[in-house]
């Protein structure tokens, strides 16, 4: 399904329809979510899965958490 282009939230750019394809809920284009460091802040712990009161450590699983950062407009 092709997307419609629409603006990046920094500079105002349109972003490649290709790279909203790819990834639907961006909000940058290339060069700033370059700069920015991406447009999510994400977290990944391991799941500890042991008995309680044992000093074996049982890990599960991960647990993944996707933040938006707060992205302000780029100064012209």
Not at 9 to 20: A, F, H, K, S, T
Not at 28 to 36: D, K
Request: with cysteine.
């Amino acid at each position: 399904m092709a997307k419609k282009p629409r603006p990046c939230i920094r500079c105002g750019v349109e972003i490649d329809v290709e790279r909203l394809e790819a990834i639907p809920e961006t909000r940058l284009c290339v060069r700033c979510s370059q700069e920015v460091g991406g447009d999510f802040e994400v977290t990944v712990t391991s799941e500890n899965v042991a008995k309680t009161g044992s000093l074996k450590k049982n890990y599960a699983g991960w647990s993944v958490q996707k933040k938006r950062r707060r992205i302000e407009p780029k100064d012209s």
